[in-house]
């Protein structure tokens, strides 16, 4: 019986202990459930050359001493990390993502665990970060700090395929260490620029790379406790091996929608840094596309650029965030003051739904043809209209049966020409009560009138 009664205490007590995280963990994601839209950046020596990050030398399409010889003319002689923020601002971004230090192991800020960083390494001879968190904190945005765990260029860290350099050595300072092991060694290392990225109080670790080792061999858990340890607010995506708190799928828009909070990342052309020869960008209207894709099954977008290595950013990719954010300024009530939509069989096209549920956002991608149908409806419709123009449009409920609580459709009136949108048209469907679906199989009706 008194082991009974022990065990039923533990079990309690692991159930609520487990409550207890999951709490923490609603709560520090609350802002980033809300976000809708991230700015990724891409910022390394890589655009020198236009090559790949990090990959092109992994390939050994580029020797490791020529890839660092980049640096020379990585001058970020244009660089005003406040423009950018207005520019991100400007679009309605609520986070931005800035890669401090790529596989490559080349550092932005001036670490003093290796001479590898844009101040001791490049033409640049400048701490990049420090300003860039600064402007910030100036806007209503979160931080996030995408950091490599893998440093190809790390003597510790087992080469990949490309040759190292006989110097490498020389970029990373060991001194006292000759105890410890070569792997202990590099998870030091990693513990120890994690903590000099502490000092610059992140609100979200963006983690990559982890695929090359186990979590115990990174030490994820410690990581997680540690980073948290320092912010207990703090974030982390899918790539610290099972220690992240959101998922974070990349470049394929994800065909069903992952489980709990997420993001999706896309490039704007093929590559995530400055690559003038791929002018393979994608259209304003797929972008905006996939961003209504996203918001629409509750994640956030984390749209990428790659500034050149002078620090300013290629017209095509202002061009294509300006155009962004003018489509989120025009329909920001859906955006922002929404959440996931309706599931599938309701709309043919993506929704999102008020917090309140009395409203819901119908997006077309294309010019309707005789007349918009919704299906499934119970509560009363209020009105419907097309933001940005106003345009009230007309709607008549059709088929179903009222009195045994099958709702029958929606036949909406097509909006005029000049009310649709260039990229994705938004109506809005506000309803007398919060909304109630009909998620029927359809029976027969029973009761006839
Ligand atoms: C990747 C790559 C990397 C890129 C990143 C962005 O898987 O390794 O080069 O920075 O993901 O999502």
Redesign the pocket.
């Known amino acids: 019986m008194v082991k009974k009664i022990f065990l039923t205490l533990c079990l309690l007590a692991t159930i609520n202990i487990h409550a207890q995280i999951n709490k923490q963990k609603d709560n520090r994601l609350e802002w980033f459930e809300k976000a809708k839209l991230g700015i ?1 950046i ?1 910022w390394g020596y890589y655009g020198v050359n236009g090559i ?4 092109s030398m992994y390939h050994k399409r580029i020797s490791h001493a020529d890839y660092l010889a980049q640096g020379k003319e990585f001058t970020a002689s244009n660089y005003n990390p406040d423009a950018w923020l207005d520019l991100f601002e400007k679009v309605g971004a609520k986070y931005v993502v800035l ?1 401090t230090k ?2 490559d192991g080349v550092a932005l800020w001036d670490t003093k665990y290796s001479t590898l960083s844009t101040v001791k390494h490049a033409a640049a001879k400048k701490d990049l970060l420090t300003p860039f968190v600064k402007a910030v904190r100036k806007k209503n945005m979160k931080l996030g700090l ?1 950091y ?1 765990l893998c440093d190809w260029s790390h003597p510790d860290y087992k080469p990949v395929t490309f040759e190292r350099i006989k110097t490498t050595n020389k970029f990373y300072p060991q001194k006292g260490q000759q105890k410890l092991s070569p792997w202990e060694r590099f998870v030091k290392f990693n513990f120890d620029q994690l903590e000099e990225l502490n000092a610059y109080k992140p609100d979200l670790y963006w983690f ?2 982890d695929w090359e080792h186990k979590a115990e061999e990174w030490k994820s858990a410690e990581i997680k406790q540690s980073l948290l340890k320092s912010n207990p607010q703090v974030i982390v995506n899918s790539r610290l091996n099972e220690y992240g708190d959101y998922k ?1 799928p ?1 470049q394929g828009v994800p065909i069903v929608r992952p489980e709990g909070a997420w993001e999706f ?1 896309m490039t704007m052309n093929d590559n ?1 840094g400055y690559f003038p020869s791929d002018t393979n960008y994608k259209p304003i209207s797929q972008i905006v596309r996939t961003f209504v894709e996203v918001i629409s099954t509750g994640g956030n977008l984390l749209l ?1 650029i790659g500034p050149k290595p002078d620090g300013s950013i290629a017209p095509e990719q202002v061009e294509r965030l300006e155009a962004l954010g003018k489509w989120i300024q025009k329909h920001k009530t859906a955006v922002y003051d929404s959440e996931a939509g309706l599931p599938y069989g309701h709309f043919f096209g993506p929704t999102m739904l008020s917090h309140d549920h009395k409203k819901i956002y119908l997006c077309l991608f294309d010019a309707p043809k005789n007349y918009i149908q919704l299906k499934g409806i119970q509560a009363k419709i209020k009105s419907i209209k097309v933001l940005g123009s106003g345009e009230n449009l007309s709607f008549e409920r059709n088929g179903g049966a009222a009195w045994n609580n099958i709702p029958g459709i929606l036949r909406i009136s097509v909006p005029s020409e000049n009310s649709l949108d260039p990229y994705v048209t938004v109506l809005e469907v506000e309803l007398e009560d919060k909304l109630v679906l009909y998620r029927g199989h359809g029976n027969a009706v029973e009761l006839n009138m």
């Open positions: 990724f891409h790949t990050e990090s990959w890669t790529h596989h995408y490599s990559d790379g974070t990349e990342c995530w990428n």
